[in-house]
Nanobody, 126 residues
Framework: QVQLVESGGGLVQAGGSLKLSCAAS????????MAWFRQAPGKEREFVAAINWNGIITSYGDSVKGRFTISRDNAKNTVYLQMNSLKPEDAAAYYCATKKSFTIATIGLINEYDYWGQGTQVTVSS
């Protein structure tokens, strides 16, 4: 059973930065696609970023392109999300997720992902 545990959330001022981490266990992390999604109160869960198994291919949601960076360390079974130039609209619960194959056409589809973490809260003050 794959387990994903997010950390690094917190309160930050607009324009600031945060780095989220997601530690994976129980599966073949080094061969899995890893992704970040977010969900604000009253809104649908939104695709943020994804990275293929070796870190060469990444994909980002339009609202975070140029500000967020996804990366992974397969030796540590951990995926990261560096968030810069944060805006109040970035405030949400951020979730880590994983699936087997990286397909651009479906990379942002929630139901494509097999396992999810419990989420970490990001609050951005204006």
């Amino acid at each position: 059973q794959v387990q994903l545990v997010e950390s690094g959330g917190g309160l930050v001022q607009a324009g600031g930065s945060l780095k989220l981490s997601c530690a994976a266990s129980g599966g073949t992390f080094s061969r899995s696609v890893m992704a970040w999604f977010r969900q604000a109160p009253g809104k649908e869960r939104e695709f943020v970023a994804a990275i293929n198994w070796n870190g060469i291919i990444t994909s980002y949601g339009d609202s975070v392109k140029g500000r967020f960076t996804i990366s992974r360390d397969n030796a540590k079974n951990t995926v990261y999300l560096q968030m810069n130039s944060l805006k109040p609209e970035d405030a949400a619960a951020y979730y880590c997720a994983t699936k087997k194959s990286f397909t651009i056409a479906t990379i942002g589809l929630i139901n494509e992902y097999d396992y999810w973490g419990q989420g970490t809260q990001v609050t951005v003050s204006s």
